[in-house]
Antibody, heavy 118, light 107 residues
Framework: QITLKESGPTLVKPTQTLTLTCTFSGFSLSTYGVGVGWIRQPPGKALEWLAVIYWDDDNRYSPSLKRRLTITKDISKNEVVLTMTNMAPADTATYYC??????????WGQGTLVTVSS | EIVMTQSPATLSVSPGERATLSCRASQSVSSNLAWYQQKPGQAPRLLIYGASTRASDIPARFSGSGSGTEFTLTISSLQSEDFAVYYCQHYTDWLWTFGQGTKVDIK
């Protein structure tokens, strides 16, 4: 059974750095072709893809957020960590992690709401 | 960067009627196009991938068509559980791009 779960702070202050962890089970991030991605959704707004990291450490970022994002993985812990610097109120959103493997995969975490406010 | 544009923003439909949702890509995405359904408080659910292939356990009333830059999601006979927001998504190995969504609500 494949599961993913996001964790991290629910509230961050403007200019702070956000660190989110995706803890997963049921698959290995050392398997060829497997990746874990992050997507966010501001309240009442559309989905926005952020980043993905693959089994071979290849990582890709949203062009518009690339300078603020870092994605890493810890195979031993089955974790993927996303950091986003210089948080602003516009970054308030539900952040999801998802399995990236094949087009027909559909595995998402439950999402975690992060509010940016002083 | 490819931009996905969905129309209409809101579609009001009566139960049992057909709903047709559109998605346009700013440049060709071949058939690398998916459709998701999202209900309040839930993660998105994959409906269609490869532009026209239904995902596992998706009812046959959902169908996708198109290629290149023009895509359509059709719900043949809307059920009460189908009222939700629908997103199209272009995907490659390293970049996903979502449309802004179409909300299907009850007429």
């Amino acid at each position: 059974q494949i599961t993913l779960k996001e964790s991290g702070p629910t509230l961050v202050k403007p200019t702070q750095t956000l660190t989110l962890t995706c803890t997963f089970s049921g698959f290995s991030l050392s398997t060829y072709g497997v990746g874990v991605g992050w997507i966010r959704q501001p309240p009442g707004k559309a989905l926005e893809w952020l980043a993905v990291i693959y089994w071979d450490d290849d990582n890709r970022y949203s062009p518009s957020l690339k300078r603020r994002l870092t994605i890493t993985k810890d195979i031993s812990k089955n974790e993927v960590v996303l950091t986003m610097t210089n948080m602003a109120p516009a970054d308030t959103a539900t952040y999801y992690c998802t399995l990236v493997r094949s087009a027909h995969d559909d595995y998402w975490g439950q999402g975690t709401l992060v509010t940016v406010s002083s | 960067e490819i931009v996905m544009t969905q129309s209409p923003a809101t579609l009001s439909v009566s139960p049992g009627e057909r709903a047709t949702l559109s998605c346009r890509a700013s440049q060709s995405v071949s058939s690398n196009l998916a459709w998701y359904q999202q209900k309040p408080g839930q993660a998105p659910r994959l409906l269609i991938y490869g532009a026209s292939t239904r995902a596992s356990d998706i009812p046959a009333r959902f169908s996708g068509s198109g290629s290149g830059t023009e895509f359509t999601l059709t719900i043949s006979s809307l059920q009460s559980e189908d009222f939700a927001v629908y997103y199209c998504q272009h995907y490659t190995d390293w970049l996903w791009t979502f449309g802004q969504g179409t909300k299907v609500d009850i007429k």
